[in-house]
């Protein structure tokens, strides 16, 4: 079942980001992805797939910038459409906020990249900061 997170979720989401195998959360990070959460939970949608009675994945955009702040789908159930599910609610929040593209980075070599150019996303070069990869899609 896909449905908006409400607070009671909140540890749930955080649980299953800390789960994944890759694009893990760098320490340096911790603060500013907190921060942007925070907003996000105030004023935005997190989406999140509810399966065996807990959230086992979530997609979210940030409506300020055309992000998609994240997507994340517990290990457990991976490679069953969850995440090809969720992205398009957070890409329809994008659009409904003005936002003509969508844009997002990931870690090169991931299963993450390998989804996102299965998906029509297209390489627009590397963040200078850590060399991950910027994807780019028309909404
Ligand atoms: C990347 C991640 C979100 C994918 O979640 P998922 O639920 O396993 O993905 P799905 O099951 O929906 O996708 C399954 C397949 O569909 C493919 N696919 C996705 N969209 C597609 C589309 N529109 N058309 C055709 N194929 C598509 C994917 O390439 C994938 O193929 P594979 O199973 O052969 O590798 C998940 O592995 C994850 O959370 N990874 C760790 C965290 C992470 O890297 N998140 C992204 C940070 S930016």
């Known amino acids: 079942m896909i449905r908006k997170a409400t607070t009671a979720d909140r540890p749930r989401i955080s649980e299953v980001r800390n789960a994944v195998r890759e694009n893990k959360l760098e ?12 907003w996000i939970y105030d004023n935005g949608t997190f989406w999140v797939w509810e399966e065996d009675g807990a959230v086992q994945g979530f997609a979210v955009a940030d409506p300020r910038d055309g992000t998609i702040f994240g997507l994340f789908v ?7 459409g969850i995440a090809r599910a969720l992205l398009p609610l957070a890409c329809s929040d994008l659009k409904r906020a003005g936002f003509t593209t969508a ?25 200078d900061a850590d060399g991950e990869i910027i994807f780019e899609k028309a909404l």
Not at 74 to 80: A, L, M, N, S, T
Request: without cysteine; proline residues 5%; hydrophobic residues 25%.
């Open 74 to 80: 517990h290990p457990d159930y991976e490679g069953r």
């Open 27 to 38: 320490p340096g990070s911790v603060a500013k992805v907190g921060d942007t959460a925070r």
């Open 103 to 127: 844009t997002l980075n990931t870690g090169a070599g991931t299963r993450a990249e390998r989804f996102y150019r299965a998906d029509s996303w297209t390489d627009t070069g590397r963040r």
